[in-house]
């Protein structure tokens, strides 16, 4: 029965104390499982005390060893362990989806043969995933690390966009339902729960932007992080402004301050990530180099990773958050499905559904007979997207350099920058796109 159930289709997957689950969502949890996974071995890669466990195990390690191959039996430790050994595994988690991007493009519905393989054979794909990761780590050096550190840069900056939508389409929705309540049940306090949380984003975006110029920004030097931390500043309270103006409420009712509000603390946030990869030890309190002496010093030769610092641990849970969401939620904005290749389940099929869900009984059910809810090959993309950023967010956007170091760049700071640059004009502009073109439909 095992067997045949990881051989099979999605609904072997759950059991009879579970609930019952459209096949499309319980398809996309499995294969968000098969990245974190992936991401969980990567945080262990680079747990501190891993390399000496390895090399006390004599057949394991050979000490010294220039490249990531096998020689005389043994394997260079130095490619399972730090940045290598992450760029390696989130490789093979990408190489992994963009195989499945390309093989389910223009997938309609689960009648193609095509969906079959989307929706089954779950040990197949998991020894495919662990045979390139198998083959990832038989990557020489070379100019491997730097040309994928590339990679991951302009992946990451997609993501942070795709996150940026996301919560957006959060605040939207969350917006919508409360306004809808207290008009419901006639009670005001609803409107006082959307008041409390859109005090709070706007009070911890405050104390953060203070924090920001109290940590990163000196009298003196530090003159591009004060102008970085100015500017988002600047445009987010602009955006507030933009969001309240009664034109932009006529067209857009459920448009308000608590959206806006979550777009800043989100700007704020990535604002965050960029200067603390500034490469600058006078306005980066995250940048440390450990010499063999004890000493600490900071400078461009090089610098000890550690993706635990305080924007890492706060960025891998935003990612954790973000990706199951991707996994488990068709939005109800037609702009946002558009954008994410998801659809709303239409009425009509909402009735056969529940029938199903009665005679299914904890095991997964077949709701993309008639039409995919959502696009397998744009889901496989994220999630290609996913690894790179999660990949850059473990090496704390560090480009590798000779001997094993990691620097920091310029580069990772002005990604992050013009990400929440795009992103703020991104939600100007459905703010203003109903007056700008008022003969089409943003509702």
Request: contains cysteine.
């Given at each position: ?213 109290i940590y990163y920004t000196h009298p003196g030097p530090c003159y591009e992080g004060k102008v970085f931390i100015g500017l988002n500043l600047t445009l987010c309270v602009c955006v507030s402004i933009v969001a309240v103006l009664p034109k932009v409420q006529d067209a857009q009712p459920n448009s308000g301050l608590l959206q806006a509000s979550v777009i800043t603390l989100y ?177």
């Amino acid at each position: 029965m095992i067997a045949s159930c990881l051989c099979g289709s999605a609904p072997c997957i759950l059991c009879s104390c579970c609930p019952s689950s459209p096949n499309s969502t319980v398809t996309r949890l499995i294969f968000t499982a098969f990245l974190f996974l992936g991401v969980l071995v990567s945080i262990i890669m680079l747990s501190p005390g891993v390399e000496s466990q390895l090399y006390k195990l004599p057949w394991v390690c050979e000490e010294g060893a220039g490249t990531p191959v096998v020689l005389q039996g043994h394997i260079d430790c130095g490619s399972l362990l730090g940045h290598r050994a992450v760029y390696r595994m989130c490789f093979a988690t990408a190489a992994f989806f963009f195989l499945f991007t390309l093989l389910m493009l223009c997938v309609r519905s689960s009648r193609d043969p095509r969906a079959a393989i989307q929706n089954g054979f779950w040990f197949f794909k998991f020894l495919v995933l662990v045979g390139i990761t198998v083959g990832a780590f038989y990557i020489p050096d070379g100019s491997f690390s730097n040309v994928w550190f590339y990679c991951g840069v302009v992946g990451s900056f997609l993501f942070i966009l795709i996150q940026l939508v996301l919560f957006i389409d959060f605040a939207h929705s969350w917006n919508q339902r409360w306004l809808g309540k207290a008009e419901e049940r006639d009670s005001r306090a609803w409107y006082a729960g959307l008041f409390f949380f859109t005090l709070l984003f706007y009070t911890l975006s405050i104390a953060a932007v203070t924090l920001l110029f109290i940590y990163y920004t000196h009298p003196g030097p530090c003159y591009e992080g004060k102008v970085f931390i100015g500017l988002n500043l600047t445009l987010c309270v602009c955006v507030s402004i933009v969001a309240v103006l009664p034109k932009v409420q006529d067209a857009q009712p459920n448009s308000g301050l608590l959206q806006a509000s979550v777009i800043t603390l989100y700007t704020t946030f990535v604002t965050w990530l960029a200067l603390s990869s500034v490469p600058d030890q006078k306005c980066n309190p995250h940048l440390l180099t450990h010499l063999s002496n004890g000493t600490i010093l900071a400078g461009p030769e090089g610098y000890e990773t550690h993706w635990w610092d305080a924007p890492s641990i706060v960025g891998l849970i935003i990612f954790i958050l973000c990706t199951v969401f991707i996994s488990l939620r068709s939005s109800d904005h037609r702009q946002v499905n558009n954008l994410m290749q998801t659809e709303e389940c239409p009425s009509a099929l909402e009735a056969t559904q529940q029938q199903q869900v009665a005679t299914c009984g904890g095991r997964a059910f077949d709701n993309e007979h008639d039409g995919v809810t959502y696009s397998y090959s744009f889901f496989h993309f994220c999630l290609v997207l996913a690894s790179l950023h999660i990949m850059m967010t473990l090496t704390n956007w560090y480009r590798p350099g000779e001997a094993r170091k990691m620097i920091s760049t310029w580069t990772a700071v002005w990604v992050k920058i013009c990400a929440s640059w795009a992103g703020l004009l991104l939600y100007l502009w459905t703010l203003v796109a109903p007056l700008l073109l008022p003969n089409r439909d943003f509702s």
